[in-house]
């Protein structure tokens, strides 16, 4: 391998590893090698001269470089990539020339116009004869879609790929009629077959769609989305009433313990007159901290309602049979009867999963206000606490002196 073959692969490797966004899982340094290996084939058995032959493999390093700018006009951002390297390693114009012309040469639909054009035309080509065909292909589709370029149906990727192959592409160079020619014919069959096959498939349901669309109201909104729907929905109010009570728990604990302490350790020096400096700091201080208490405590109390319902509530679609609330001191048979009325009728089985919803969402609303409430109290509270007693600390300095 010459010196300038090897600058132009690392200098290849480091701008697809860095530079090429990951969306583009087909046009990558995989592919780019494969298109330098197939390269290197043709070299060998067309027996391509040796500064021919660099050209090539140089080109086919670089076609695909303009990828890092995106894929509109990516040959030319290529030719632009490939020019800066090569002036860098200090190549003649006209060489460079060549092998930018090449780099062009791998655009679509391009006729090449010699024999070295033939050669890298084929090489980027060279997939389609490969027994790996539809894995580099499946990568193209999801490239597509990755980069937003399109999003084609199965019928639609398989149809563009069979007119690709028949109408677009052929090889150009001896070697690759000869002995790739078979190969790309035996996967032009099996896209032929897997078009039949995927028109087969979407024949047979479009038929059973249309029996379907028949029997089921297409007003009907499905009953498994409606079904996930509400779980995940209850799921997250759930969650988030875990999450208000477990902060409500934190605040409650940690100013338990502030109360503690300063029980315990500030409130008895209160008694001696030098501390009397102390005593308003001190209020403050628990004032805050009894506030936040309280608050905590009012933000986890639960709300009982009276537990009972009759059955002209259940008539009447008046209960919610899903909230122990209302049904905590009924008995069992009564409970079971509405259970089962509730279960015959879809829109009061929904209805109640609505007020369901609802009413936890209105608790969550109230949690969350007084949890706001109870941090802004303690964070104040902290702070005009801290400050009192930096006052007071500072007063009795000034007395003292």
Not at 56 to 79: P, Q, R, Y
Not at 141 to 156: A, C, M, P, Q, Y
Not at 366 to 389: C, E, P
Request: glycine fraction near 2%; hydrophobic fraction near 40%; include cysteine.
């Amino acid at each position: 391998m010459s010196t300038l073959i090897d600058n132009a692969e690392k200098h290849v490797f480091k701008l697809l590893n860095i530079d090429l966004e990951r969306n583009y899982i087909y046009h990558n340094l995989a592919h780019t090698q494969r298109v330098v290996e197939k390269t290197q084939e043709l070299v060998e058995k067309l027996k391509i001269d040796k500064e021919a032959a660099e050209n090539l493999e140089i080109a086919a390093w670089f076609h695909d470089t303009g990828f890092v700018k995106g894929a509109e006009n990516h040959e030319e951002e290529s030719v632009r990539i490939a020019t800066a390297f090569l002036k860098e390693n200090k190549i003649e114009a006209d060489r460079i020339d060549v092998i930018t012309r090449l780099i062009l040469a791998t655009k679509i639909n391009y006729q090449p116009k010699d024999d070295l054009e033939k050669i890298i035309a084929d090489a980027d080509c060279a997939h389609l004869a490969s027994k790996n065909f539809f894995e580099y292909t499946s990568l193209l589709r999801k490239e597509w879609e990755l980069t937003g370029f399109k999003n084609v149906s199965d019928i639609e990727w398989v149809e563009g790929n069979i007119d690709f192959f028949t109408q677009c592409h052929r090889y150009n160079t001896a070697y690759a009629l000869k002995n790739w020619t078979k190969t790309k014919e035996k996967n032009l069959s099996k896209l032929i077959k897997s078009q039949k096959d995927l028109a087969t498939d979407f024949k047979k349901n479009k038929q059973k769609q249309e029996a379907l669309d028949i029997k089921k109201n297409k007003s009907e909104v499905p009953e498994r989305g409606v079904e996930t729907m509400f779980r995940i929905a209850l799921k997250n109010h759930m969650t988030l009433s875990n999450i208000a009570d477990t902060k409500a728990n934190i605040l409650l604990s940690v100013n338990a313990i502030i109360v503690s302490l300063a029980l315990s350790n500030l409130f008895p020096k209160l008694d001696k007159p030098s501390n009397s400096y102390l005593i308003i700091p001190a209020i403050i201080f628990i004032i805050f901290t009894v506030a936040s208490i309280i608050l905590s405590i009012l933000a986890t109390r639960p709300n009982i309602t009276q537990g009972k319902f009759t059955k002209k509530d259940v008539a009447n679609k008046d209960v919610n049979l899903l909230f122990f609330g209302n049904f905590h001191q009924m008995k069992l048979p009564d409970f079971e009867w509405g259970i089962s009325e509730m279960m015959k009728d879809r829109d009061y089985l929904y209805g109640s999963l609505t007020k369901d919803l609802y009413f936890l969402g209105l608790v969550l609303n109230r949690k969350y206000k007084i949890l706001r409430i109870t941090y802004t109290v303690f964070m104040v509270g902290i702070l005009v606490s801290v400050l009192a007693f930096a006052i007071s600390f500072y007063s009795l300095d000034l007395t003292a002196s």
